[in-house]
C-alpha cells in the first residue's frame, strides 16, 4: 500500500529555516507529482505547491513563491520542502500529498503531517 | 476568504443524509474537477471524491459527489457518528494559485 511518511516535529525561531522530508515507499516514486499542503491552527487547508519527481519541475502557490523550494532525491524516494525567513504565522502543519490520480484531480495518500512551530 | 465557499457547519441525526455544498466561479469548479476529502481532527486528510463523483477503493458507497455549472456537492447517506469531521473541497483554478481548496464544513452527528 502507498505511503508517505514525513520527518518529525520542529521548533524554529523566526528568521530561520526549516525542512520538512517526505519518504515515499510501496509505488513508483517519480510516476506521480507531490503536493504541499499547510493547515494553521484552527484553520483550513492551504496549498503550498507541488513538485514533479520524475523531472524536479516545481510550481509553487504566489504567496510562497520567495520562501519556499521544494527538491527531491530519486535515491532514495524522498521529497523536500523548505520554508525559509520564517514567521509566527508560519505555525502550522505540513503535509505532503500524492497526485494519485493525476495532476488536478486530488490527493489520495497523505503523509501523516510535520508540526513547524515557530516562536521567539 | 477562500475561493471555494463552504458552509461553516452542518448536522443531522444518524441514519439521515447531509449534503455539503462548494460554490465557485468559471475559473475553478466551472472548469476543472472537484475532489472532496475527509479531515477528523488531529489526522491528515482522507480523498473521499475525485473527478467530481469517483470514489477511490476503499471509501463506501454512503459517500457521493456531483458537479453542476460552478457548483459541486457532495452527499453523506445513512450517517454516522464516525463521519464527524471537517470536510473540504478542492480543484484547479486556472486564474489563481493553481489549487484551491473551500474553508471546510464541519459535520456534526447529532
Known amino acids: 500500500q502507498a505511503q508517505l511518511v514525513q520527518s518529525g516535529a520542529e521548533v524554529k525561531k523566526p528568521g530561520a529555516s526549516v525542512k520538512v522530508s517526505c519518504k515515499a515507499s510501496e509505488y513508483r516514486f517519480i510516476a506521480y507529482y507531490i503536493y504541499w499542503v499547510r493547515q494553521a491552527p484552527g484553520q483550513g487547508l492551504e496549498w503550498m505547491g507541488w513538485?514533479?519527481?520524475?523531472?524536479?519541475?516545481?510550481n509553487y502557490a504566489q504567496k510562497f513563491q520567495d520562501r519556499v523550494t521544494m527538491t527531491r532525491d530519486t535515491s532514495i524516494n524522498t521529497v523536500y520542502m523548505e520554508v525559509s525567513r520564517l514567521r509566527s504565522d508560519d505555525t502550522a502543519v505540513y503535509y505532503c500529498?500524492?497526485?494519485?490520480?493525476?495532476?488536478?484531480?486530488?490527493?489520495?495518500?497523505w503523509g501523516q503531517g510535520t508540526t513547524v512551530t515557530v516562536s521567539s | 476568504q477562500s475561493v471555494l465557499t463552504q458552509p461553516p457547519s452542518v448536522s443531522a441525526a444518524p441514519g439521515q443524509k447531509v449534503t455539503i455544498s462548494c460554490s465557485g466561479s468559471?475559473?475553478?469548479?466551472?472548469?476543472?474537477?472537484v475532489s472532496w476529502y475527509q479531515q477528523v481532527p488531529g489526522t491528515a486528510p482522507k480523498l473521499l471524491i475525485y473527478?467530481?463523483?469517483k470514489r477511490p477503493s476503499g471509501i463506501p458507497d454512503r459517500f457521493s459527489g456531483s458537479k453542476s455549472g460552478t457548483s459541486a456537492t457532495l452527499g453523506i447517506t445513512g450517517l454516522q457518528t464516525g463521519d464527524e469531521a471537517d470536510y473540504y473541497c478542492?480543484?484547479?483554478?486556472?486564474?489563481?494559485?493553481?489549487?484551491?481548496f473551500g474553508g471546510g464544513t464541519k459535520l456534526t452527528v447529532l
Open positions: 500529498a500524492r497526485a494519485g490520480y493525476g495532476l488536478l484531480h486530488g490527493m489520495d495518500v
Open positions: 473527478d467530481n463523483n
Open positions: 513538485l514533479n519527481p520524475n523531472s524536479g519541475v516545481t
Open positions: 468559471s475559473s475553478n469548479i466551472g472548469s476543472n474537477s
Open positions: 478542492g480543484t484547479w483554478d486556472i486564474s489563481l494559485s493553481p489549487w484551491v
